[in-house]
Nanobody, 117 residues
Framework: QVQLVESGGGLVQPGGSLRLSCAVS????????MGWYRRAPGKQRELVAT???????NYADTVKGRFTISRDNAKNTVYLQMNSLEPEDTAVYCC???????????WGQGTQVTVSS
């Protein structure tokens, strides 16, 4: 089965940086549209960023210029580089994969990101 495992979350001060990783097993990351979502306490889950197999990217307005999504097909891993972090970025970040042809959807368990001084 396809499994997504996130890592890299933690506690960081405002203005700091973190890089999240999403390791994909059971399939190739190259055949999925990959995305990062987040859910903050008391808020709905929101899309943070997506990247296609053609490396086209899309970002939420709230993270544009600060976050960068990328993929490494050789390592079967998707990354989310987060810079200039703000307390409002505090959330559980989940990795998502959608098969570009079949449309099946997979989710990771999430990794906690806390931005606080």
């Amino acid at each position: 089965q396809v499994q997504l495992v996130e890592s890299g979350g933690g506690l960081v001060q405002p203005g700091g940086s973190l890089r999240l990783s999403c390791a994909v097993s059971g399939s190739s990351v190259s055949i999925y549209v990959m995305g990062w979502y987040r859910r903050a306490p008391g808020k709905q889950r929101e899309l943070v960023a997506t990247i296609t197999s053609n490396s086209n990217t899309n970002y939420a307005d709230t993270v544009k210029g600060r976050f960068t999504i990328s993929r490494d097909n050789a390592k079967n891993t998707v990354y989310l580089q987060m810079n200039s972090l703000e307390p409002e970025d505090t959330a559980v970040y989940c990795c998502n994969a959608v098969h570009r042809w079949l449309g099946v959807n997979y989710w990771g368990q999430g990794t906690q990101v806390t931005v606080s001084s």
